[in-house]
């Protein structure tokens, strides 16, 4: 099935690996996990460049904030203390859903984000932390945030770029904030039909001050509801507001049909998600309904 | 075509193969003789060539050979100790948790990669360490009770060891019944 490819390059250094993928060019495929690109094979693809011998499978604290390398398996960021710790956990919660335990322990967070599938777990919910993404070829390294990462179904803007880590900046400050993933799935670990990660924060009144709603499978890449956030914010949530937000998220996703589901589906459920995320959020900022 | 050599122990054994770099681990193990590595899927979905790379199960369709190099991989055949099955090939034939058997390495070492983990899982941590691992003929009761019970004994005398004996190529499980 792979007979089409001609070297599997193991660069023991970022310098080497940026070098050898600007050699191979549009011809080179990165591999860390491998499971996004034995699925999807591609044939002409030529090269493999495996990245996971220089260094990039860490998760730390870095100031208020947090980086996870990008070679950093789902399995990994699962049982993480520091990830479980992170916004209630949800990026560890959302990590244990993708897939089974084997693949979990091959998957990892930088092929889940730079595989650009709609469905792709852990980008739901990078949005909703406001990631950004450091990215270098062999020229230059730059940030860029995960949200204007993708530019269509499975493309990126990444142009030949090597995704070294995942930069997630400090929550807002101040206490009553509330974080949720919800997924609607066949079976706890299949393929998101829809799946929703939410945060939100409110002041000393109960009044939303910040709101984070974020999609996926429900549009060409994931995406964040931003017409709901802003509905969100200054108000005291009740079920009223509930219902508005939830109708603006169904206003904001765009659905396909597929063999898994159908767009109608697709976009009803977007809004029962988003309200059991919500309802989960305020549970936890200390928010009656 | 190209060629590269790979190093990897299995089952123990230190290995040296030429391979091709496109070529999965799943190939590579069922060329080199190790039939209990399974070709169900081929997707990652089944589980059925499920091995475990430096203790961890993994897909063998879904990984490059490869990225195993200098890894250590434990497939169904080294599982057993000599003649001497491990209490968990012990506890799925007691149990009749094998049927065709095509699932019953996968399930087996996923089992055993938990019980290294977890010596004393809940019935729910067994169900979500063989949810990789489909099961077409039994269903998952009589797995699920087999590894609970080899998990009783694995914290009554502990596993028998997962490397067999030097120079020895293990058969086979199905040849050593």
């Known amino acids: ?289 | 075509m190209n060629s590269m050599q790979l190093r990897l122990k299995v089952n123990g054994e230190s290995k040296q193969w030429t391979i091709a770099p496109g070529d999965l681990l799943l190939d590579v193990l069922r060329r080199e003789g190790y039939f209990g590595v399974k070709r169900g899927c081929e997707t990652g979905e089944c589980g059925a060539c499920t091995v475990l790379v430096n203790g961890k199960p993994i897909n063998s369709c879904l990984m490059f050979a490869a990225q195993t190099e200098g890894c250590e991989v434990l497939t169904i055949e080294g599982v057993a100790q000599g003649e001497k099955l491990d209490p968990l090939q012990e506890a799925f034939l007691e149990y009749g948790a094998v049927q065709c058997g095509y699932c019953t390495p996968g399930m087996i070492l996923s089992a055993k990669a938990l019980l290294a983990e977890c010596p004393d899982p809940t019935e729910a941590e067994v169900r979500e360490a063989l949810a990789g691992n489909f099961c077409r003929c039994t269903g998952y009761l009589k797995p699920v009770e087999a590894v609970l019970a080899a998990a009783r004994v694995y914290r009554q005398v502990g596993p028998s060891s997962a490397r067999p004996r030097a120079k020895r190529r293990s058969a086979p499980l199905g040849k050593k019944r």
Not at chain 1, 128 to 149: G, H, K, M, W
Request: hydrophobic share 45%; aromatic share 4%.
């Open chain 1, 1 to 289: 099935m792979f007979d089409h490819i001609e070297c599997f390059y193991r660069p023991t250094t970022l310098r080497e690996a940026l070098l050898l993928l600007r050699k191979v060019g549009n011809r080179g495929r990165i591999v860390a996990g491998a499971t996004d690109i034995v699925t999807q094979v591609d044939r002409s693809t030529r090269f493999l460049v495996d990245i996971t011998h220089f260094g990039l499978n860490y998760i730390r604290r870095h100031g208020k904030g947090w980086v996870i390398g990008s070679t950093t398996t789902m399995a990994a960021l699962e049982h993480s203390a520091v990830i479980r710790a992170l916004a209630g956990g949800i990026l560890a919660k959302a990590a244990s859903t993708c897939g089974s335990i084997q693949n979990r322990n091959m998957a990892t967070v930088g092929g889940n984000l730079a595989n650009a599938s709609p469905a792709a777990d852990t980008a739901a919910v990078l949005l909703a932390l406001d990631a950004q993404l450091v990215v270098a070829n062999s020229r230059r390294r730059r940030n860029i945030a995960l949200a204007e990462c993708y530019s269509g179904p499975r493309r990126t803007v990444l142009n030949g770029e090597l995704l070294e880590e995942v930069v997630i900046p400090a929550l807002p400050g101040g206490g009553r904030l509330g974080w949720s993933f919800q997924k609607l799935g066949r079976t706890a670990t299949d393929i998101s039909l829809v799946n929703v990660a939410a945060g939100l924060q409110a002041d000393a009144r109960g009044r939303i001050k910040w709101a984070r709603i974020a999609l996926g499978a429900v549009g060409p890449a994931p995406l964040r509801a931003r017409n709901a956030e802003d509905l969100l914010l200054g108000k005291t949530l009740n079920e009223e507001l509930l219902a508005q937000v939830s109708a603006a998220v169904m206003q904001e996703v765009s659905p396909i049909s597929d063999s898994r589901a159908s767009a109608e589906y697709r976009r009803e459920m977007s809004a029962v998600l988003a309200r059991r995320a919500l309802r989960e959020c305020a549970a936890q900022a200390g928010c009656k309904l």
